[in-house]
């Protein structure tokens, strides 16, 4: 009976022995780095959390591009004939006595202004001006030459208007340097009025 529990408590102790082995075993398994390959057999090659690297940030949609201005310009214009509404003498100059030609100079000033007579908020934003207001565009001019002997030169002004029928269109600007059409378009009728000069020579008095 002895001999029987000595052997039944020998068997209990290697077996737990055995047992603890065995765990440790399962530990140091379960620590072991698994190869790449294994780990590509494992899952088959498809990773399912914390998969995010470098490679993906390029897969990632850009922002649009912003608005960050918009511009009204010109696409078209009609203008209609230029008109004279009169004329008169400007000035006039004599060689009638002379017997060599007489050089003359005269400077001279078109008196360029204009108007819009209509538009709206794209005529007014694109040509930054006010519907009604007068603009001074009046440039300067030098006419010279030489009088004839025997001759008068007359200096001839001629008061002249044209009307312009023109349109814009509204443009968008992004911020990626890009441009588009807003659909938005705008018409105004521009009046502009100056002076003409032509010089003529008569003989005699």
Known sequence: MKRFLLWTLMTLVAALAGGFAVAGGWRAAALRPVAATELADVTGGVCFVNCKDDEDDGDEEPEPPRLVATEWRPIGQTDSRAEQLSYSIYTELSNVSGDEPLH??????????????????????????????????????????????????????????????ITVAEYLIYSDGSERESGSRDAGRRERRWSRFHPVQVYGN
């Not at 930054?128 to 030459?145: D, F, K, P, Q």
């Open 104 to 165: 003359y100079s005269v400077n001279v000033s078109d008196q360029c202004r204009f108007k819009w007579i209509t538009g709206g908020v794209g005529i007014s934003s694109g040509f930054n001006i006010m519907v009604g207001r007068t603009y001074n565009c009046a440039v300067t001019a030098n006419l010279s030459g030489q009088i004839k002997p025997g001759y008068r030169l007359k200096v001839y002004k001629g008061e002249m208007r044209q009307y312009s029928t």
